[in-house]
Nanobody, 115 residues
Framework: QVQLVESGGGLVQAGGSRRLSCAASGISVKIAAMRWYRQGPGNQRELVAAIGSGGSTYYADSVKGRFTISRDNDKNTLYLQMDSLKPEDTNVYYC?????????WGQGTQVTVSS
């Protein structure tokens, strides 16, 4: 059974930083295609960052230079380091893993950035 459990969300002031974690079980963050998405009320889920099995990364233009995706293969955990946060970064953040067996989502973690 695959489980992705996000943590690290909370309230942060604009300009601050936050690190999100996604603890994985039943799927390898080293092998799977791992992504972070975010979604606000009434909005579509938006791809924020991705990391491939080879280590290549992708960032949405809105977060480029501020967010960093990484993984710890030993801990089987995906991270999203968020710096220089803005109020418009307020969203529920989800991690997603794609393997040969399917696509899996975490339950999400709320990040609220106050101005």
């Amino acid at each position: 059974q695959v489980q992705l459990v996000e943590s690290g969300g909370g309230l942060v002031q604009a300009g601050g930083s936050r690190r999100l974690s996604c603890a994985a079980s039943g799927i390898s963050v080293k092998i799977a295609a791992m992504r972070w998405y975010r979604q606000g009320p009434g909005n579509q889920r938006e791809l924020v960052a991705a990391i491939g099995s080879g280590g290549s990364t992708y960032y949405a233009d809105s977060v480029k230079g501020r967010f960093t995706i990484s993984r710890d293969n030993d801990k089987n955990t995906l991270y999203l380091q968020m710096d220089s946060l803005k109020p418009e970064d307020t969203n529920v953040y989800y991690c997603r893993g794609t393997s040969t067996r399917g696509i899996y989502w975490g339950q999400g973690t709320q990040v609220t950035v106050s101005s």
